[in-house]
């Protein structure tokens, strides 16, 4: 956008992060905002929890400023932050409650993180900036080479100077980061690892912006319903297909992998271990910041399904309307024809087109099939005497469901996700097909379970055929994951 007079003044009078930086109240605005919303990675709050919360904090300030300090009450305060003039929260409603719910918009997340870096920096790292610009530039230079014989001379020198390297580390010569390019890759590290959590926001309220637009085309819509369903599901793949949906895409394949998971979770324990690191004072769930990405995706995704079955009964009542006004036209039509019975009206009605003949060829006719009468049998019923093994009453299929959810647990105990194929391989099935319907059933009913629909994945158990030769069985489904 260009910097330019009437740009600014626009931006200035519109946009709710410069409104919020020209409030009276934007040091309370962004403080409480900031420790309720941002610090903890909250990304829904019910109105009762946050006025609560808002109102202890007006207590501390009216004993600081005095009583005639912020005198409304808190839940107004929330509801002229959530105004459309305003625009710093958002203010929904959960499908089957009547609680209101609050969110922060992208733009107040915006202001609040220009305003943390206002705040002087005790360090200011650039090297570690300068590789990563450097890196990128290399990056999209050799991704996007197409002569095989540079790419070979690029992969031959990178692989001298691993070969230089390694002779270095064999010959004792290890260099190793000093405490000031610590703290400098650090630094750059907690404010990408910040900057990603809000950018979530911003794609919630582009996913929701899309949902807002389609709403409004279909109460608008006059022609068919098959053209307004081919326009509305264009729109849902234009977004996937996007750029900003295929990174977000690319990013949540990439996040769900638990060996990711279980790498970045290496990585922070023995980063947070070092003592340049450790002097810094990180914040606490910066050791976690991997499963806050992982949550604010996961609620990215639910809100995308949400706002999907939400358009799915918006067209369903559409339709119930439609079919209404079909049902209303034709009593209608049986009330005036019922009005016009006794006195029948003169003239041409209706006419019809002259009659012709149906033509049905004799082979196009079935032969007749005779039906088929039961022959019942006047015997009667004598009791019997013969001894039957009543074993095979006994001698059926039971999956023990508590077995199972002693094994998921058990294996979340370590990690925080394990997959379906994991937990097979841990334990092989013993019961066959029976036994893996079990597993999807109790994973669904206790856990929270994810699909990933791109990854096939194959589990094999033996059995024994009907002649009793034991043989390997295949199964072939997507990925699935239990979550802790």
């Known amino acids: ?47 009762a929890d946050l006025a609560e919360a808002l109102e202890d904090e007006l207590y501390a300030l009216r004993l600081q400023l005095g009583e005639a300090a912020f005198p409304k009450p808190a839940l107004d305060y929330l509801n002229d932050w959530a105004a459309s003039e305003k625009g710093w929260l958002r203010k929904f409603y959960k499908s089957g409650t009547d609680e209101a719910q609050f969110d922060l918009t992208p733009a107040t997340e915006k202001a609040i993180a220009w305003l943390a870096q206002l705040s002087e920096r005790q360090f200011v790292g650039t090297e570690s900036r300068l590789l990563t610009l450097f890196d990128l530039l290399k990056q999209m230079c050799e991704g996007s080479e197409v002569d095989p014989a540079k790419r070979l001379a690029e992969l031959q ?38 900057e990603l959590l809000a950018d979530f926001r911003e794609v919630e309220h582009n996913f929701r912006q899309l949902d807002r637009r389609v709403r409004e085309h279909i109460a608008l819509w006059e022609g068919s319903k098959g053209a307004l369903l081919e326009q509305i599901m264009g729109e849902r793949d234009a977004i996937a297909d996007s750029d900003q949906g295929k990174s977000f895409r690319a990013f949540w394949d990439f996040l769900l992998s638990s060996r990711r998971q279980e790498e970045l979770t290496v990585l922070l324990d023995q980063v947070l271990a070092l003592p340049a690191v450790a002097a810094m004072q990180p914040d606490g769930r910066m050791r976690r910041v991997h499963y806050d990405w992982l949550e604010a995706g996961e609620h990215t995704q639910r809100m995308v399904a949400a706002l999907s079955q939400q358009l799915r009964r918006f067209l369903d009542d559409q339709a119930w309307l439609e079919n209404r006004r079909i049902m209303d036209i034709l009593h209608g039509i049986e009330s005036k024809a019922l009005a016009l019975r006794e006195h029948a009206p003169t003239g041409v ?31 009667a019923l004598l009791a019997g005497d013969e001894d039957v093994d009543p074993s095979a009453l006994f001698d059926q299929v039971v999956v023990d469901k508590a077995r199972l959810l002693r094994h998921i647990r058990h294996a979340l105990q370590g990690k925080a996700q394990v997959t379906l194929n994991e937990l097979v391989a841990s334990q092989p099935l013993q019961q066959g097909l029976a036994e893996l319907v079990a597993y999807l059933q109790v994973g669904s009913e206790v856990f929270h379970v994810m699909v990933d629909e791109n990854t096939e994945e194959q589990i ?16 072939r489904l997507p990925r699935v994951i239990f979550l802790r």
């Open 349 to 379: 009605v209706m006419e019809m087109p002259a009659a012709q003949a149906e033509i049905e060829l004799v082979m196009e006719r079935p032969l007749f099939t005779p039906a088929l009468k039961p022959v019942i049998a006047g015997l």
């Open 157 to 194: 020198r990178k692989r001298a100077e691993i070969d230089a390297e390694m002779a270095r580390v064999q010959a004792g010569d290890m260099p190793v980061l000093d405490d000031t390019a610590l703290k400098d890759r650090f630094q750059q590290f907690m404010q990408g690892a910040r």
């Open 1 to 47: 956008m260009p910097l330019e007079f009437s740009s600014l003044e626009t931006l200035r009078i519109h946009h709710p992060a410069w409104r919020l930086l020209r409030s009276d109240h934007a040091p309370l605005v962004a403080s409480f905002l900031h420790r309720v919303f941002v610090a903890p990675n909250v990304r829904v709050m019910a109105a």
């Open 460 to 475: 094999r158990w033996h059995a024994l055929n009907s002649g009793g030769v034991p043989v390997d069985r295949i199964a």
